[in-house]
Nanobody, 128 residues
């Protein structure tokens, strides 16, 4: 049973930075690298939307246009962890942030349907 556990989000002022992480629990040893990982977010009353994704080695990353140049996704396969560094935050970045895992290591994509496992989400609030 694979479980994804996001770190606590938080409250930050506009223009500030925040980093969240997601650790995968329950994957057989050394298999975290078999998964592409993604971050999504969902604001109140809105659908869950893609934020960023990263391939198995970290060599390939993609971003939503709305966060490109401000957010950075990275991973540490030895720690079964994926990170999302968020800079120059805006009030419109306020949402619950979810990590997701896709058991196709090179399948770096934006579609929610491709991801096999999801975390419970962590709340990020950006004040004006």
């Amino acid at each position: 049973q694979v479980t994804l556990l996001e770190s606590r989000g938080g409250l930050v002022q506009a223009g500030g930075s925040l980093s969240v992480s997601c650790v995968a629990v329950g994957m057989p040893g050394g298999t975290f690298g078999y998964y592409a990982m993604g971050w999504f977010r969902q604001a109140p009353g809105q659908e869950r939307e893609f934020v960023a994704a990263i391939g198995w080695s970290g060599g390939r990353t993609i971003y939503a246009d709305s966060v490109k140049g401000r957010f950075a996704i990275s991973r540490d396969n030895a720690k079964n962890t994926v990170y999302l560094q968020m800079n120059s935050l805006k009030p419109e970045d306020t949402a619950d942030y979810y990590c997701a895992a896709d058991y196709l290591p090179s399948n770096v994509g934006q579609s929610r349907d491709q991801y096999d496992f999801w975390g419970q989400g962590t709340q990020v609030t950006v004040s004006p």
